[in-house]
């Protein structure tokens, strides 16, 4: 079983168009839910969850200036990247019965293996171009999503369900999908980025960025963004430039999270907080 709980880590970004070498380290936390029906609530909105808190950290490097001598692929990027996501255990919920209305007791993550910590690692490889006036890199992510099975459910020899012990930590339904970047205009103004499996993302609930970077010269720049997959959401992204550093902060707050179990959620439940910090060479 998982169990974290720690203050908001320390993310790393580290960029720069006129530099060799980038490094990127991220962190972050968000509220995960669980959503449920349930049939107890009077009206049509029935949806409900269970909560507990998810933190993410990870990094990711890029090297530029690989080819010089062919004018074609003098603006050639390559990189790779790293992201972790673990998220503490949901607690099991019981449901009480209402025998006139025909409702039947209930167990919310009645599976024990529902109620502990889960993790997901996403591990990247792209390439692309950056020029002057756009930048596009694609590449592929290798998700591994992994849990703590402590049981596993038998047949004795009468047919009787019992639980078994489970095999510990293992993968489930692990991916590879593609990743992508895209910025449209000059990082010396406002310009558009569009990122899937890029930079200083959120795995769970953030894996589909765009952002509107507004460069302030001697300060750094503040992007304003959203995610657009797994979930519906909206930031506030200063970065602060200190020579060679770039130190970031974000803030903002879930306003869909596509699940048909639940159309309504807490706006402070929905809030989430991450931070970075850069440096190029």
Known sequence: MIKVISPLLLSVIFAGAAFGQ???????????????????????????YLKTFAEYMGAE??????????????????GAGLNLIVRNEFTAKTLYAVPSKGIDAQTILGDENDSTGHFQLAVSGFG???????????????????????VRQKYDASGTIYNDTGRGWVFDNSLILPNFFGRF?????PHIELSLFRGDYDLSYGALMTKIVVPIQGFGSVNVG?????????????????????????????????DSSFTRVGIFEGAFLAASLGYRW
């Open 22 to 48: 980038e490094i990127l380290v991220f962190g972050g936390y968000h509220t995960q839910l669980n959503g449920y029906t349930d049939q107890r609530y009077v009206g049509a909105d029935k949806g409900d």
């Open 61 to 78: 490097y890029l090297q530029r200036n690989l080819v010089t001598t062919i004018p074609e692929l003098k603006d050639l990027v390559l």
């Open 128 to 150: 692309g171009l950056d020029r002057e006036w756009w930048s596009l890199q694609g590449g592929v992510t290798v998700i591994l999503n992994g849990y703590n099975e402590q």
């Open 185 to 189: 205009g000059p990082v010396s103004i």
């Open 226 to 258: 959203g995610s657009l997959y797994q979930t519906a959401s909206i930031f506030l992204e200063p970065h602060f430039q200190i020579g060679q550093f770039n130190v970031g902060l974000r803030g903002g707050t879930i306003l869909n999270y596509y």
